[in-house]
C-alpha cells in the first residue's frame, strides 16, 4: 500500500490516476503530473487535508470518497477545473447526516456548502448538481432553495456495507446505501 505520491515523476502523460484504497494522508506530491491529470481517484484512504490539488489545473473527476476530511475549507484546494466531485463517507458528510439533514437530497446543505466553494461543478456525489441548489450556493443560503426538488441517491445504487473496503472500481463513487435513510 501507497503512503505517500512523490514516485510519480516517471509518469509525465497522466491522465487518470488510482490511488484508491492506499494508505494515503494527504495529496502532495501531484506536480509532475499536474498539467495533464484529468482524474484522480483517491477513496477509502485516509486523507484529511487537500492541499497539494491546486497544481492539477486539467482535473476534472476527483473522487474522495471515504476519507477524513472534516472541513469545508478543505475544498479550497480544489481546483476550479473539477466537474465531478466524491466526498460521501468524509466526517463532514456524516457530520450533515448527524444534523438530521440527509446529505444526498438535492438542495440539502451539504451539497449547498460544496457549491459556494466550488460553484462549476455538475455532480456531487454521483448526482448532477440541480439549477435551485446552484442558485442557493450563488446566493450564499443553505439549505433546501424553493422549489427545489428532494432528490436523492436510489436505495441499493450503492456497494453494500457488506463489501466494505474490499470492494473497488467506480462503485467507489456512490454513496453507503444507509447514508440515505
Not at 466550488?118 to 454521483?126: E, N, R, S, T
Amino acid at each position: 500500500m501507497l503512503r505517500s505520491v512523490h514516485l510519480l515523476t516517471l509518469a509525465l502523460r497522466l491522465e487518470i490516476l488510482s490511488l484508491a484504497r492506499n494508505l494515503l494522508v494527504g495529496v502532495a506530491g501531484l506536480d509532475a503530473v499536474a498539467g495533464t491529470l484529468q482524474q484522480l481517484w483517491l477513496s477509502y484512504n485516509g486523507i484529511i487535508k487537500l492541499s497539494g490539488l491546486e497544481c492539477c489545473t486539467q482535473l476534472r473527476v476527483l473522487y474522495l470518497a471515504n476519507n477524513l476530511i472534516k472541513d469545508y475549507k478543505e475544498l479550497e484546494c480544489v481546483p476550479s477545473s473539477v466537474e465531478e466531485l466524491s466526498l460521501f463517507g468524509n466526517p463532514l458528510f456524516d457530520a450533515s447526516k448527524a444534523e438530521g439533514a440527509n446529505p444526498a437530497t438535492v438542495g440539502s446543505p451539504y451539497r449547498v456548502e460544496i457549491l459556494k466553494r466550488l460553484p462549476a461543478l455538475k455532480k456531487i456525489d454521483g448526482v448532477i448538481v440541480d439549477p435551485d441548489e446552484r442558485e442557493a450556493a450563488r446566493l450564499g443560503s443553505a439549505g433546501r432553495s424553493a422549489g427545489s426538488s428532494t432528490k436523492a441517491f436510489v436505495q441499493g445504487s450503492a456497494p453494500s456495507t457488506a463489501q466494505g473496503k474490499s470492494g473497488g472500481g467506480l462503485d467507489d463513487t456512490l454513496p453507503p446505501a444507509e447514508a440515505v435513510a
